[in-house]
């Protein structure tokens, strides 16, 4: 009788528990705040044919929801935790429904990226929200993918030859053309070190449950052009002082279980010396791209982060991209000279 009673007090907490997380996940703010009113204008599609450069040069940037940012500059293409798939549903998740990526999803992507040549797909690390799709997305367009050995099992699994494979690791440089990439170890958000972790070390053949998709290497990555140096930073958490060495003007941060703006910004953006900061992996992707976007539930809370930036003088100046885009690197906001502040 104990026993039975045991199981079915922990049956009802767990159900309880159930319940409160849906609540919450209901009731979470489902609009983005000032968002649109901070994107970066979009910007002249850059062409190699073009006799000048388009104003603001030929190197753009744009973002297709989580941090999965493509850059390129007229003659090499980058795309970073390409994932356009976005199983949908959080009780398909919570059940462990095996996923795989949605071929039609990523080419519709690609080609509203107007992708269809690519040098490298880099994996910041191997969750499925990042690398779900980039073996798909590598072997679409005939691109290097670039990762630990967990993405490069997630390739693998996809049918990606070994030559197309890259294998990172920390401190490694990639020269790409006038690119010159920087692979920096990092650490995942979130108290628990980010699960599921561990990581991928056979190949990873969807379908398969979001849970094979194990965390492997973080990394930061740093994306030096002549025109223009950019951090991305795919997950909130960060290897401190590991980022003091290098320098970008534009951070991309993730914004996904970020505790403290002012640490995670003195660790990343701000030990880079950035200017500006451009959020990423804040949207709900567990809904599709044609979707409007809304914050996470649970994990993202964008009015912290739209306080801090309004609260704090020394802060860089934050800006948002405008999901499917093409942007030109923000120019440093004019000096805030110190003739401007009250003396000390
Ligand atoms: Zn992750």
Redesign the pocket.
Known sequence: MGRVARWSRRLLLALALLVLLLAVWWQWPRDAGPYAELALPAAPQARTAEPAPPPGGRLRLSWWGVSAVLVEDGRNAIFIDPFFTRPEGLLPLLSYRPIAPNRARVQAGLAAAGVDALDLVLVS?A?Y??SMDAGLVAQLSGATLAGDRSTLNVGRGAGLPAAQLRLIEPGDVLQMGDFRLTFVASA?AGATG?RPLGSIDSPLQPPARYSAYK?GQVWSVLIEHPEGRLLHHG?AGYVPGALAPHRADVALLGAALVEDWPRYLAQTAQAVGAHTVLPLHWDDFLRPLDEPLRPMPLAVDLAAMYAHFRSSPAAPALHTLPLGRKVALPAAPPDATPTTRPPP
């Open positions: 690390h969750h929200d990042h995942h980010g965390r997950s």
